[in-house]
């Protein structure tokens, strides 16, 4: 691989401070580096499928409750596993998709959390079915596990039609589509899918979906959960030097009703309805 496009890979995974391409870069070289180490494993004839039931062992989430204490980690690790390239390639998709629409409207601090926590809630949605319903009960017995970032994505996706459910994208083969019905089919799929041989990751799915539409739900009434980990800033003392003159200050304040203003806006009429002065206030919210 050329330099030049190694360092800039490296720059917009863990310097540039996107999230979504941290996110995307982390679960790639994961899943790179296990297929890597999985190839002399199969090679060898000592089986790859047994390499990948070791993986889902030690990092998928557990849906036996008596596992949890010595694997209490895998609520964070199965976030970054994945079954094959597919699954991680459309995880990866929409991840980036979805990403850059959020990060137009949102924080990166808000990005992570949601990820994060999508990705908790989704793992937790998925132990309580496969201890509540009895369907699930030998599969529960056997050690199922789940692994994939669907349950972060999702929440991602789903939090990101919540905020502008009219906002619309081009698919191929369908045209323009709207955020709030892509959402709506990826959650009637899920729900489809809760009768499947994957019913797991379709729990997680859904967890991760109803953790996203809460979270911007709550934002919109002015409760921020990711306000938790927000920087507090450091206090300094200022010496005024000019003697008592007032001096106008360079501070940008955003007015959140202005927000609120502009995000009504674009959930009636779309994002490109808005002025270059809205879209200017946006990109000011979403760095402030």
């Known amino acids: 691989m050329n330099k030049g496009v190694f360092q800039d890979l490296r720059y917009k995974v863990f310097q540039s401070g ?13 899943f790179i580096v296990l297929a890597l180490i999985n190839l002399p494993v199969f090679l060898s ?34 976030q970054f596993f994945h079954e094959g390239f597919f699954h991680l390639l459309f995880n990866m998709l929409w991840l980036y998709w979805l990403g850059r629409i959020f990060l137009d409207f949102l924080k990166p601090r808000q990005f992570h959390f949601i990820y994060l926590a999508g990705g908790f809630a989704g793992a937790l949605i998925y132990l309580l079915a496969y201890n509540i319903f009895p369907v699930f009960a030998a599969a529960t017995a056997s050690g199922a596990t789940v692994i994939g970032s669907s349950a972060s994505v999702m929440a991602i996706v789903v939090a990101t039609a919540t905020l502008v ?12 589509v709207k955020l709030k019905y892509l959402a709506i089919a990826y959650v009637v799929m899920d729900l489809i899918g809760l009768s499947s041989g994957n019913a797991g990751g379709s729990f997680a799915h859904l967890g991760g979906a ?3 539409f809460t979270y911007i739900k709550l934002l919109k009434n002015g409760t921020d959960w990711s306000a938790f980990f927000k920087r507090k800033p450091k206090l300094r003392v200022v010496k005024n030097s000019t003697g008592g003159r007032n001096e106008k200050k360079n501070i940008s304040v955003v ?7 502009i995000l009504d806006k674009i959930s009636k009429s779309g994002y490109d309805k808005l002025t270059r002065e809205e879209k200017e206030t946006l990109f000011k919210a979403s760095n402030h």
């Open 18 to 30: 996107d999230p979504s391409y941290l996110y995307i870069g982390i679960n790639t070289v994961i």
């Open 45 to 78: 004839g000592n089986g790859g499928l047994a390499y990948d039931s070791f993986i889902r062992e030690y990092a998928g989430f557990p849906a036996l409750i008596s596992k949890l204490p010595e694997r209490f980690y895998t609520i964070l690790t199965y």
């Open 165 to 176: 459910p009219d906002y619309g994208i081009r698919l191929l083969f369908f045209g323009d």
């Open 210 to 212: 109803l953790f996203g």
């Open 255 to 261: 007015d959140q009703k202005e927000i609120d203003a």
